[in-house]
């Protein structure tokens, strides 16, 4: 028995999982060991004592692993899954506790939560003022500074702030929340095309937060309120995608429009176009890309499943990217979805039914 790798045998469960599992299996074989001379029969009700516990822990560990840490109630609002599948996200390493506080200054920052994929990035941090009569209300501002390891910045678009105060009282307390995009049209089109797998990779990143700045005018920050330094280093898993490769023609809104891929994970997808049907398309709906319009026939309304769920979304973040040749939707679902069981997009207030498969 000691040949065999538990770590392979096992459902897929973060490492600490994993290793409280081994350790029990180890107490238990030492346990053989010493009592190798005893009868056959008594050594085969313990093997099977053994093999019975190493089950239970493996199933018992991974159904309480997202009893790790539960999702925060602001991401939950940012990211709609049900509780099985936001279980599979924290067992998959993907949703992860922050685990890291640091206070400066008077000021507390703690890194709740972080989830990305390919495509996405998305923190949850709670700022916390000693000093009661300082109000964070959405207004306000946090200055910081940004790296990642290797240099390489995976963004095309970032953009952070304090929730609403629709989401959250105002206090000396609030939940700050940055987001990022990644990868653009031609990007994209270097990952797929040389069979890589770069914006798959681990995130390693340093946040530092430098001051806490009041309310502004507009697009002006506000004073500083306190200033110190409050450093993060994260590193971030992102999910698996499912790729479908397409090239197929399928008419929306009257338009003849060639869709040559679609990449789905739990948390977004990317669907890439040939320009000419997109053009024909800015036509119909009276929109221009090159001023930022966006084509409403292309919006993602929901998902279907093979078994016929539909999973709408609403409105989310989305980017549209386009060069030449390509246009690409990036978007970031409302709800989480289970990638292996989409089997077509629906597009648009019409809901244009694009199978996958």
């Avoid at 599948?85 to 703690?110: P, Y």
């Avoid at 789905?264 to 320009?275: E, G, H, N």
Wanted: glycine share 6%; with cysteine; proline share 3%.
């Amino acid at each position: 028995m000691k040949n065999r790798r538990w770590n392979r045998e096992f459902p897929q469960v973060p490492y600490a999982v994993h290793m409280s599992v081994l350790d029990a299996l180890s107490a238990l074989e030492d346990q053989e060991e010493k009592k190798v001379n005893q009868k056959k029969r008594g050594i085969k009700k313990r093997t099977m004592l053994i093999l019975a516990a190493a089950m239970a822990a493996a199933l018992g560990m991974t159904a309480a692993a997202s009893g790790i840490f539960k999702w925060n109630k602001q991401t939950e609002k940012r990211f709609e899954a049900p509780p099985e599948l936001e279980d599979r996200l924290v067992l998959e390493e993907i949703a992860e506790q922050g685990n890291q506080t640091v206070s400066d200054h008077g000021l507390t920052i703690e890194a709740v939560q972080t989830i990305q994929d390919s495509n996405w990035f998305y923190a949850l941090f709670e700022i916390t003022a000693e000093d009661e009569s300082i109000l964070i209300d959405e207004n306000c501002g946090m200055r910081y500074k940004m790296d990642v390891t290797g240099g390489n910045d995976p963004f095309i678009g970032f953009t952070w702030g304090f929730v609403d105060n629709g989401s959250q009282e105002v206090s000396n307390s609030r939940y700050f929340e940055m987001f990022g995009t990644k990868m653009d049209v031609e990007q994209y089109k270097s990952v797929y095309e040389t069979e890589t797998d770069a914006a798959g990779e681990d995130l390693q990143m340093n946040i530092q937060f430098t001051a806490l700045t009041g309310p502004g005018e507009k697009a002006m920050e506000g004073d500083v309120l306190i200033e110190g330094d409050w450093t993060f280093a994260l590193n971030i898993h992102p999910a698996k995608t499912i790729r479908h490769e397409m090239n197929r023609e399928f008419e929306i809104n009257g338009c003849q429009v060639l869709i040559r891929s679609v990449e789905l994970s739990p948390l977004s997808m990317i669907l890439i176009c040939d320009m000419e049907g997109i053009r024909a398309l800015e036509k119909v709906e009276g929109v221009n890309l090159d001023q930022l319009d966006s084509l409403q026939s292309l919006r993602i309304t929901g998902v279907k499943y093979e078994d016929g769920t539909e999973i709408l979304q609403e409105y989310a973040q989305e980017r549209e990217q386009y060069g030449d040749m390509d246009y690409a939707k990036i978007l970031r679902f409302s709800s989480v979805v289970e990638p292996e069981k989409v089997s077509a997009l629906l597009l648009g207030e019409e809901r244009y039914e694009i199978p996958l498969k």
